[in-house]
């Protein structure tokens, strides 16, 4: 008789959770407890909170995994505006990615982390329209920088550098609205410069100077019209 009264209790409690979620207010907004499944299952997608058509709170969102919800991400909204902070997960749990979205648009700072280890594997930003804006990151399972960059609502201007395991300089680059554009030098792994020249809009311009131990051993002159054709 107890295990029966246990038994008719949860499930007098699932039913009464399932009747006061997904519900709409007096406007035909969702409001209170949210869940929503996959197509033709039992399997969840989403749950959270909706307070007049506005999400609050956290909401958990999920893959079908062999007819399991397996989280997949998170959502804590902030109460005043449409800003979320969220967080993306593998299958097994851990943090692949993190940071803050307004509605479907990537904002602020975003941090994405290597496969096997909660070190950064890229460090970004993000502007208020979704654009990358600022400086970029990427970096070796060591923890060491690989790469540099610098970008303007959402392409490649400025300064970008590329770097050894050990923290050499390999390359540097100047970019201006997404092209190459100024000088560029490229070191071998003991920080030796060995090609040295200009890019003009997306080509090499001018006279490029190649270096062995240290030496002068050839120059090239691109600036004539359609000598160089980039690979």
Same mark, same amino acid.
């Given at each position: ?104 648009? =990537? ?51 400025? !300064? ?14 100047? =970019? ?10 490229? =070191? ?10 200009? =890019? ?14 240290? !030496? ?16």
């Amino acid at each position: 008789m107890k295990k029966f009264l246990i038994l008719l209790f949860s499930l007098c409690f699932t039913l009464l959770c399932a009747q006061n979620s997904n519900q709409f207010d007096v406007n035909g907004k969702r409001h209170g407890i949210w869940k929503k499944h996959f197509e033709g299952t039992e399997v969840l997608r989403y749950e959270g909170q909706f307070h007049h058509g506005k999400e609050i709170g956290a909401f958990k969102f999920y893959k079908n995994i062999k007819g399991k919800p397996v989280l997949s991400a998170t959502r804590e909204f902030q109460e005043d505006s449409s800003i979320a902070d969220v967080k993306f997960f593998t299958s097994k749990g851990k943090v692949i990615s993190e940071g803050q979205m307004n509605g479907k648009i =990537y904002i602020g700072t975003w941090k994405y982390y290597q496969k096997d280890s909660d070190k950064l594997l890229i460090l970004e930003h993000y502007n208020d329209k979704g654009q990358l804006h600022g400086e970029r990151f990427v970096y070796y399972e060591n923890g060491e920088v690989a790469e540099k960059q610098h970008y303007k609502d959402g392409v490649l201007h400025g !300064e970008a550098i590329n770097y050894s395991l050990k923290g050499i300089v390999l390359k540097t680059f100047i =970019y201006e609205n997404g092209e190459l554009h100024g000088p560029s030098k490229y =070191y071998n792994p003991k920080g030796e410069l060995i090609v040295q020249g200009q =890019y003009k809009k997306g080509k090499k311009h001018g006279i490029w100077n190649y270096y062995e131990n240290g !030496e002068l051993s050839d120059t090239k002159n691109f600036t004539v019209e359609g000598k160089y054709k980039p690979k």
